[in-house]
């Protein structure tokens, strides 16, 4: 079964510290892969995405995410954290045939930023 | 303008009680979804819709029933709820099956 674990549950960075925030897949090919916001009580904001190509992404925010197939893993990371940057982070997949868009969410990551 | 909209953003309601959120895109996406964020913020989708047609219906009880009177809209009616139903329920759409899923703002659903 599809699944992605972001093995941290919470981190705590203080502000201009860079930042790498952790995802690994399970899943037989490669699927589409996702990086998610969620600022307290908002909805998901959509940072970055991956669906072939340049293995290294650019988003939103200043954020970055890099893809690695030997790894199963797509972290996202920040060079300097700003105290807005303070959420909840979600890593998620999709299969990329199957005709199915259904996003599988990891259980997020909770980003504390220290001034 | 709100690419997805859902009302209503707060809904706190009774046990046995039924309610409806009802979720709107402006986008021209012909894909929409239902998830549900629990208490630990884990997010699990529960319905797909594709032009009208529903495309997932993930293991909801079917005290849950989506609704789409139109590409643009998408409902969900919420039969009977249950203190287990309290949770933010997003909607989310998209051009195609393959395509990036945008969400709305989510809607705080509290049953007491």
């Known amino acids: 079964a599809q699944s992605v674990t972001q093995p941290d549950i919470h981190i705590t960075v203080s502000e201009g510290a860079s930042l790498e925030l952790r995802c690994n897949y399970s899943?037989?090919?490669?699927?589409?892969l996702f990086w998610y916001v969620q600022s307290p009580g908002q909805g998901l904001q959509l940072l970055l995405k991956?669906?072939?190509?340049?293995?290294l992404v650019q988003g939103i925010k200043g954020f970055e995410a890099e893809f690695k197939r030997s790894q199963s893993s797509f972290n996202l990371r920040k060079p300097s954290v700003h105290w807005s940057d303070a959420a909840e982070y979600f890593c998620?997949?999709?299969?990329?045939?199957?005709?199915?868009?259904?996003?599988?969410f990891g259980a997020g990551t909770r980003l504390a930023v220290h001034p | 303008d709100t690419a997805v909209s859902q009302t209503p953003k707060y809904l706190v309601t009774q046990m046995g009680n039924d309610k409806s959120i009802k979720c709107e895109q402006n986008?021209?996406?012909?894909?929409m979804y239902w998830y549900k964020q629990d208490s630990k913020k884990f997010l699990k989708i529960m319905f797909s819709y594709n032009n009208k047609e529903l495309i997932i219906n993930e293991t909801v009880p079917n005290r849950f029933s989506p609704k789409s009177p139109d590409k643009a809209h998408l409902n969900l009616h919420i039969n009977s709820l249950e203190l287990g139903d309290s949770a933010v329920y997003f909607c989310?759409?998209?051009?195609?099956?393959?395509?990036?899923?945008?969400f709305g703002p989510g809607t705080r659903l509290l049953v007491l």
């Open positions: 998620a997949v999709t299969p990329v045939s199957g005709g199915y868009n259904k996003l599988i």
């Open positions: 899943y037989g090919a490669t699927p589409y």
């Open positions: 989310a759409s998209s051009q195609g099956l393959q395509e990036t899923q945008y």
């Open positions: 986008l021209g996406h012909d894909t």
């Open positions: 991956y669906f072939s190509g340049d293995t």
